[in-house]
């Protein structure tokens, strides 16, 4: 009898026989208690030790399918893997018709027919972008955020795309680091919230529009000595689980299906190949179910690191440890085998492997339908949908960042009769908004500040460049013809000054100064946006400053002599419109940082939740010589962490706890009142910080432990109830474990990490209620 049956049927068929049902089942099926490890088991069962290892390998796209066939060299090679089902993944393919033909040769020719998972850094957006996520972080919104991985998820999978290489997870302190704009900043637990509202928001139900999320960089990569990307980390073992590790696990309790480990050491050891984290961590005490993938080439580059003596070894290293999937290593492919056979590498490391990467591909449905993400008529129905331009234009807004507006009431700008100047080349840059990470979106596609300005029709806009903005890379300087130290355009922007009711000046850095391998070591604004600045300031003082930057920003000249300042970060598609309606007060900004802003670079690392030290031991400076400061400079922030104003005026009071003290599996509330006494409505985000005054080990001086983004409006109150339990106050002790210590503690309230209300309470097995 013959069978007219695609490949991939084969393995069903197979399946059955062996006892474990029909592969034929979608994820709810299986979410309903379907035996989806029989399931594959029965797969891996009919795999070769070759094919094995195949799974475990992932390649870059390396050819173009509309065209011939690779006929020799390396794509050649990878042609002949991926007939022979020795590719797991691919990444940076993308687009319905060549992602379905790939999968095509994956599933019809090859022995088993096993699907390949196709990755692509989907990071803020696909084609249509939302803001970079340390700007999506400053709404403190998970709703939002939730909502922008959806359609950044929704436009990728339409594009035939199955996983993503996002969120990043780290917790940055160090403003140098380029990768910053990448994340949610630099609080374990607002990072935490985030983490889980990507992961939820780019994995949704697992449906057609959903990818699997890859949660990175496990771990410790944020904090690169000197703020040097891929540099060298050295942290303690209590800043690791208490600082580096809560956003992940967050994370993989949320469901994420994969995780990518990073190019840094830990203790020594390469992350790639660093049992401690992969193996005892994540995989043991998480209980984390799903696959690790390597970072680019970073199997590879433990060689480098001098801890691999050549590839060989490296791959068995990284296996050993772990790291499941190869990406772009090639040492999998080329030495795995060998190492089996060799005993130096167990096969049961190389099944638990596989059977990891074969359960990420039953849950995304890949074994049930391989072609469930090729269908060209939805790509072109879903690609740049109205819905999604809404969604990412309301991120934007929410991620706006008042950080100064003084006496002189410049904002928000009045709509009718007013002269206005804008000046700044990145006023009307179309690229630059879109930010770094969009590798998936069109040049010029971004609503520029000027068009955003241009749809308000009342005033006279006039626009100057004023000086250009090099990216800093030698390379495109010299491609482009830009000259750093250009002040030509200096006096046709002073002159626009000089007539204006309003300046507007948006200065800051492109969107390709930051990202990976883009560390600064200085944090003023790039060039001669400084310089202008002033020019421009010497015409005319009444200056909005709106800066479009990647990272926090070290501006103390503007802090105190700019009137108002705007953080606008790169805020994907809808970048000037949002922008626009906040200046014009159609928006009421409501965004708090979530990374401080230094006075400069020298206070690099700086974070709120830092410790206590032995001088001043009073928590007070001295005028003594004696104590923990700069001799030249004040060791506060320029803005602090949680620090955002509004068009509303936000006041604190009477804040209370239902108890002095609780038990053990007991609570007490919080609560206070926020008035708005303005006659602006508003949104606030409430912050809620504790201080545990003594531990086995020292403690920070404060950490935020929950928020509430509530909205007040003109001259209302409203009441804000936290609760505290063991949960709350749990940390890594010094018995290196989670857990509650008994002890006195701090509560604080307010606006920011600044906050301006506290009280205490004490928690214990004597503690009476």
């Not at 704009?181 to 990072?191: F, I, K, R, S």
């Not at 006659?679 to 912050?687: F, L, P, S």
Request: charged share 20%.
């Amino acid at each position: 009898m013959k069978y007219n049956l695609p490949k991939y049927a084969w393995v069903a068929l197979l399946a059955i026989a062996l006892g474990c049902g029909s592969t034929k089942q979608n994820i709810a099926s299986t979410k309903q208690g379907l035996p989806i490890d029989r399931k594959v088991d029965s797969v891996l069962n009919l795999m070769t030790l070759e094919e094995k290892v195949g799974q475990m390998n992932q390649y870059n796209g390396f050819w173009d399918v509309t065209g011939p066939a690779p006929k020799d060299g390396v794509a050649a090679d990878k042609y002949e893997h991926l007939k022979k089902g020795w590719v797991g993944s691919m990444l940076n393919v993308k687009g319905v018709k060549d992602v379905k033909a790939l999968q095509k040769i994956a599933v019809e020719q090859t022995r088993l027919g096993i699907p390949v998972i196709f990755g692509y850094d989907v990071i803020h957006g696909y084609k249509t972008i939302s803001p970079i996520p340390l700007a999506e972080a400053a709404s403190w919104d998970m709703e939002a955020i939730e909502k922008s991985a959806g359609i950044a998820a929704a436009e990728a999978a339409a594009s035939g795309l199955n996983w993503t290489f996002a969120p990043m997870v780290d917790v940055s302190r160090d403003a140098r680091w380029g990768r910053v704009m990448e994340g949610a900043g630099e609080d374990p637990y607002l990072g935490s919230q985030i983490a889980v509202a990507r992961v939820h928001g780019f994995q949704g139900d697992l449906g057609e529009f959903n990818l699997a999320a890859c949660v990175k960089h496990f771990a410790g990569y944020s904090f690169a000595e000197s703020g040097k990307d891929y540099n060298t980390v050295d942290i303690s073992n209590n800043t690791l689980h208490n600082i580096v590790l809560p956003p992940f696990k967050a994370a993989s309790d949320a469901g994420a299906l994969t995780f990518m480990n990073s190019f840094n050491e830990l203790e020594g050891i390469p992350a790639t190949a660093n049992a401690y984290l992969q193996r005892d961590i994540l995989k043991k005490d998480w209980g984390f179910k799903g696959f690790v993938v390597s970072d680019w080439g970073s199997m590879g580059e433990m060689m480098a690191h001098g801890y691999a003596k050549d590839l060989k070894h490296a791959a068995e290293l990284a296996a050993n440890a772990g790291s499941d999937m190869d990406m772009e290593s090639h040492g999998y492919i080329q030495h795995l085998v060998n190492l089996v056979k060799e005993g130096k590498v167990s096969e049961s490391n190389i099944n638990d492997a596989v059977r990891r990467i074969l359960r990420v591909k039953f849950e995304l449905g890949l074994f049930d339908n391989p072609y469930k993400y090729c269908d060209e008529a939805r790509e072109q129905q879903t690609i740049g949908k109205k819905e999604f331009h809404d969604g990412v234009l309301d991120m934007a807004k929410k991620s706006i960042v008042l950080l100064k507006n003084d006496s002189k009431n410049l904002l928000p700008l009045k709509k009718q009769g007013q002269k206005i100047a804008l000046i700044g080349a990145l006023a009307n840059d179309k690229t630059s908004p879109l930010g770094s990470w969009r590798i998936g979106a069109d040049e010029n596609t971004a609503v520029s500040v000027l068009e955003g300005l241009q749809a308000y029709k009342g005033n006279q806009l006039v626009y100057a460049k004023g000086a250009d903005v090099a990216l800093g890379d030698p390379k495109f300087i010299v491609e482009t013809k830009i000259n750093m130290t250009d002040k030509s355009g200096f006096g046709e922007a002073v002159n626009a000054a000089k007539g204006a009711d309003v300046v507007i000046m948006v200065l800051g850095e492109h969107g390709l100064q930051t990202g990976e391998g883009r560390s600064r070591s200085e944090l003023g604004l790039p060039g001669v946006q400084q310089e202008l600045l002033e020019e421009v300031y010497k015409a005319n003082p009444n200056i909005v400053l709106v800066l479009t930057n990647g990272r926090p920003l070290a501006l103390p000249w503007a802090a105190q002599n700019i009137p108002a300042i705007v953080e606008a970060w790169h805020l994907g598609t809808e970048s000037g419109n949002a922008i626009a309606q906040v200046l014009y007060g159609d928006y009421n900004p409501s965004g708090k940082l979530p990374m401080s802003f230094p006075r400069s670079v020298g206070q690099m690392p700086l974070y709120y939740n830092h410790k206590a030290t032995g001088r001043p031991g009073n928590g007070q400076p001295t005028e003594s010589v004696f104590w923990s400061h700069y001799i030249d400079q004040s060791n506060a922030p320029l803005y602090p962490f949680g620090h955002g104003l509004s068009y509303s005026k936000f006041e604190y009071s009477n804040l209370k706890l239902s108890s002095p003290s609780f038990s053990e599996k007991g609570n007490i509330t919080v609560t206070f009142d926020v008035k708005n006494n303005s006659n602006v409505d508003g949104k606030e985000v409430a912050q809620l910080y504790i201080r545990d005054i003594i531990g086995s080990v020292t403690r920070p001086v404060k950490e935020l432990k929950g928020f509430e983004v509530v909205e007040i409006k003109a001259g209302q109150t409203k009441t804000i109830t936290f609760t505290i339990d063991e949960k709350t106050i749990e940390f890594y002790t010094a018995n290196k474990k989670w857990e509650a210590e008994p002890g006195d503690f701090m509560v604080f309230v307010g606006g920011s990490s600044a906050t301006s209300l506290e009280t205490g309470f004490s928690y214990g097995k004597d503690a009476k209620p």
